[in-house]
């Protein structure tokens, strides 16, 4: 399908949604921020705006405000009965295409829109504003919301403000201009907005129960995890709880490497400046690694990625194709200068954990690899309860590297490893990065929100930069493939979208505390004890809380921290060798229960990694 069939004069046909119902959404999004952006300068008069583009599931607009005025979210009823009455009146949206220097005298009085502009003549500006602006040679496009109101913005638009009835203003936040702390601190009001009433109110709801989830006040309430100021922004200390969680997720994946052939490798945090010049990071990845330090007039930087240590291993001595494929994986921390605008718990972190993996491969391996690399993520995925995927390839850019029948073949590869997986897939045209294609595999959580977790990715670059080679079959040297992965994305993301998937009731085997036993009684201490010595014996994570308190608090608290199971005994289960269980999730209680039959289930439960705890 091609977009501007659906285009005239700037506006969008909306027959687009029955096309493409994303690519439509796209547009209603960009639409609204520009009557927010309307309704807040009406509000608001003087108010420099900065940019306003949509994003997933939304918008936003940063803005200025007059003599110091800063908005709450108390305001953004007041903003959106403004934008109702804009909506109401059915504007149009129509765009002009003006020389530059006209441009400069429409928006003299907003200092963010000149300095759009002015970016057009130094080169700079059609990348970093994308949705901002059109630049053709010396022209720009603008466009008019009705008669009053003209922004800067490529478009395209839908064709009357009456088509944005279903629209939400979600919250107010701060944002530096440019994403630069150095620059002016502007306000960004975030909304959304939908074709129906029924999408919208959907997605209020999956944010109402996305807030319910937040992992970061989970962490807190469950005492897993935190974030000191004193740390440092962007760092994470992992708690007791916490750590072990993390300590099984890691376990379970080492498991299931050495399983499927993997070889385990460490490196260290830092490296050599010369190993980053030579990988290329230097070059292309240096506004997002950490600054340089000096050792003994030697130049060093934090690690921002593992390949260039993995490539060291791979070149440490000749090799020869009967150790291809080599899979090589680490469970390696990166630091990377995130700016401080984007960092958010554990999803965006500077110093995070990934489960990394580099496959070196002969050429004809590659199709055969990718497809066990896209059944082996699955596989892994599932076993935590994420079953529901799709995937997307991003290929060749416009600047890249190598030679075309590479990556047509790795395109292609790609492709039918996803088919053949029976992954639903889309393609992103000219998405990948400059030296590989890649797949990007990503999850849908309980509440219908999308996760990028995994990703794949074949590197023709790196192998050259190394020099990389292998003794082929017919005693000549041969260039391999290199296969980027990473699994989980990140340890830390990785369990912050098991927290909010799960609401904090983590699988069984997962749970930090499997089992909690609560006497009824003092008298019942000794025969509770005896139960969590046999729980211990069987590696079932238990503890023992006694009758200092009454037993409905005790039971209150254990369900506030979300334990999988609660025994209760008391007089008749030491006579009966019997358990009262609470089940977390469950109704009722179920009294009488055989400590012997439980301890077979729950260990069943574990050793199988079921997701649900067993209503016995």
Same mark, same amino acid.
Not at 137 to 145: E, R
């Given at each position: 399908?091609?977009?501007?069939?659906?285009?005239?004069?700037?506006?969008?046909?909306?027959?687009?949604?029955? &096309?493409?119902?994303?690519?439509?959404?796209?547009?209603?999004?960009?639409?609204?921020?520009?009557?927010?952006?309307?309704?807040?300068?009406?509000?608001?008069?003087?108010?420099?705006?900065?940019?306003?583009?949509?994003?997933?599931?939304?918008?936003?607009?940063?803005?200025?405000?007059?003599?110091?005025?800063?908005?709450?979210?108390?305001?953004?009823?007041?903003?959106?009965?403004?934008?109702?009455?804009?909506?109401?009146?059915?504007?149009?949206? $129509?765009?002009?295409?003006?020389?530059?220097?006209?441009?400069?005298?429409?928006?003299?009085?907003?200092?963010?829109?000149?300095?759009?502009?002015?970016?057009?003549?130094?080169?700079?500006?059609?990348?970093?504003? @994308?949705?901002?602006?059109?630049?053709?040679?010396?022209?720009?496009?603008?466009? &008019?919301?009705?008669?009053?109101?003209?922004?800067?913005?490529?478009?395209?638009?839908?064709?009357?403000?009456?088509?944005?009835?279903?629209?939400?203003?979600?919250?107010?936040?701060?944002?530096?201009?440019?994403?630069?702390?150095?620059?002016?601190?502007?306000?960004?009001?975030?909304?959304?907005?939908?074709?129906?009433?029924?999408?919208?109110?959907?997605?209020?709801?999956?944010?109402?129960?996305?807030?319910?989830?937040?992992?970061?006040?989970?962490?807190?309430?469950?005492?897993? #995890?935190? #974030?000191?100021?004193?740390?440092?922004?962007?760092?994470?200390?992992?708690?007791?709880?916490?750590?072990?969680?993390?300590?099984?997720?890691?376990?379970?994946?080492?498991?299931?490497?050495?399983?499927?052939?993997?070889?385990?490798?460490?490196?260290?945090?830092?490296?050599?400046?010369?190993?980053?010049?030579?990988?290329?990071?230097?070059?292309?990845?240096?506004?997002?690694?950490?600054?340089?330090?000096?050792?003994?007039?030697?130049?060093?930087?934090?690690?921002?990625?593992?390949?260039?240590?993995?490539?060291?291993?791979?070149?440490?001595?000749?090799?020869?194709?009967?150790?291809?494929?080599?899979?090589?994986?680490?469970?390696?921390?990166?630091?990377?200068?995130?700016? $401080?605008?984007?960092?958010?718990?554990?999803?965006?972190?500077?110093?995070?954990?990934?489960?990394?993996?580099?496959?070196?491969?002969?050429?004809?391996?590659?199709?055969?690899?990718?497809?066990?690399?896209?059944?082996?993520?699955?596989?892994?995925?599932?076993? #935590?309860?994420?079953?529901?995927?799709?995937?997307?390839?991003?290929?060749?850019?416009?600047?890249?590297?190598?030679?075309?029948?590479?990556?047509?073949?790795?395109?292609?590869?790609?492709? @039918?490893?996803?088919?053949?997986?029976?992954?639903? /897939?889309?393609?992103?045209?000219?998405?990948?990065?400059?030296?590989?294609?890649?797949?990007?595999?990503?999850?849908?959580?309980?509440?219908?929100?999308?996760?990028?977790?995994?990703?794949?990715?074949?590197?023709?670059?790196?192998?050259?930069?190394?020099?990389?080679?292998?003794?082929?079959?017919?005693?000549?040297?041969?260039?391999?493939?290199?296969?980027?992965?990473?699994? /989980?994305? @990140?340890?830390?993301?990785?369990?912050?979208?098991?927290?909010?998937?799960?609401?904090?009731?983590?699988?069984?085997?997962?749970?930090?505390?499997?089992?909690?036993?609560?006497?009824?009684? $003092?008298?019942?201490?000794?025969?509770?004890?005896?139960?969590?010595?046999?729980?211990?014996?069987?590696?079932?994570?238990?503890?023992?809380?006694?009758?200092?308190?009454?037993?409905?608090?005790?039971?209150?608290?254990?369900?506030?921290?979300?334990?999988?199971?609660?025994?209760?005994?008391?007089?008749?289960?030491?006579?009966?060798?019997?358990?009262?269980?609470?089940?977390?999730? &469950?109704?009722?209680?179920?009294?009488?229960?055989?400590?012997?039959?439980?301890?077979?289930?729950?260990?069943?439960?574990?050793?199988?990694?079921?997701?649900?705890?067993?209503?016995?």
């Amino acid at each position: 399908m091609n977009l501007n069939d659906f285009i005239k004069e700037g506006v969008v046909d909306p027959n687009l949604f029955e &096309k493409d119902p994303e690519t439509y959404r796209k547009v209603l999004r960009h639409s609204t921020a520009h009557v927010m952006a309307k309704a807040i300068v009406r509000l608001y008069p003087g108010t420099q705006l900065a940019i306003g583009p949509d994003i997933e599931n939304g918008f936003y607009y940063d803005v200025l405000l007059p003599e110091g005025k800063t908005l709450t979210d108390q305001d953004l009823e007041t903003i959106e009965r403004e934008m109702k009455k804009i909506i109401d009146n059915n504007e149009e949206f $129509s765009q002009n295409i003006v020389p530059i220097e006209t441009a400069l005298n429409i928006f003299s009085d907003q200092k963010y829109k000149k300095e759009i502009i002015q970016a057009i003549l130094q080169g700079q500006a059609s990348e970093e504003f @994308s949705s901002e602006l059109e630049a053709k040679k010396d022209t720009v496009s603008i466009y &008019k919301t009705g008669e009053d109101f003209i922004d800067l913005c490529k478009g395209p638009h839908v064709k009357q403000t009456g088509y944005l009835k279903y629209f939400k203003l979600l919250r107010v936040s701060g944002a530096y201009w440019r994403g630069n702390e150095k620059n002016d601190q502007l306000q960004r009001i975030y909304g959304t907005v939908w074709e129906s009433e029924e999408r919208l109110n959907a997605y209020i709801y999956q944010l109402q129960e996305a807030q319910k989830r937040d992992h970061r006040k989970l962490a807190k309430q469950l005492d897993l #995890f935190s #974030f000191p100021k004193e740390l440092g922004a962007g760092l994470v200390l992992f708690h007791p709880k916490g750590a072990l969680i993390r300590k099984l997720i890691e376990d379970f994946s080492y498991q299931e490497h050495l399983a499927s052939g993997y070889l385990p490798v460490w490196s260290p945090h830092i490296g050599k400046e010369i190993l980053f010049e030579t990988s290329g990071h230097l070059k292309w990845y240096k506004e997002s690694m950490f600054p340089r330090m000096e050792v003994e007039g030697a130049g060093y930087y934090l690690k921002p990625m593992n390949c260039p240590f993995h490539i060291l291993i791979y070149a440490s001595k000749a090799r020869s194709y009967k150790e291809l494929p080599m899979r090589l994986f680490e469970v390696g921390t990166v630091y990377r200068y995130e700016r $401080s605008g984007v960092l958010h718990g554990m999803s965006r972190l500077r110093g995070f954990t990934q489960d990394d993996s580099h496959i070196f491969v002969a050429h004809q391996q590659l199709e055969a690899e990718l497809e066990s690399l896209v059944n082996f993520v699955i596989k892994i995925l599932k076993t #935590f309860g994420l079953a529901d995927f799709y995937a997307e390839l991003s290929t060749r850019p416009e600047k890249f590297v190598g030679e075309i029948s590479d990556w047509e073949r790795a395109e292609g590869a790609l492709k @039918s490893a996803a088919i053949n997986q029976g992954l639903d /897939f889309s393609v992103a045209e000219g998405q990948g990065a400059f030296y590989a294609p890649k797949l990007d595999i990503h999850l849908k959580d309980a509440i219908g929100r999308a996760w990028q977790c995994s990703t794949i990715q074949v590197d023709f670059q790196e192998p050259v930069r190394f020099d990389l080679k292998y003794v082929s079959s017919e005693n000549s040297d041969l260039r391999p493939y290199m296969i980027h992965r990473a699994l /989980f994305g @990140s340890m830390e993301r990785f369990l912050s979208i098991l927290l909010e998937h799960f609401a904090g009731n983590l699988p069984t085997w997962l749970a930090p505390t499997q089992v909690r036993i609560l006497p009824v009684s $003092s008298d019942h201490t000794d025969y509770a004890k005896e139960l969590y010595s046999e729980l211990i014996n069987k590696k079932v994570r238990a503890d023992v809380v006694l009758a200092d308190e009454p037993l409905g608090a005790r039971v209150r608290d254990a369900k506030l921290e979300k334990i999988p199971y609660v025994l209760v005994v008391g007089g008749s289960d030491i006579v009966n060798k019997t358990v009262g269980i609470n089940a977390r999730g &469950k109704d009722r209680p179920i009294r009488d229960v055989p400590f012997k039959k439980f301890i077979e289930l729950i260990l069943f439960e574990i050793n199988e990694k079921l997701l649900e705890v067993q209503a016995f």
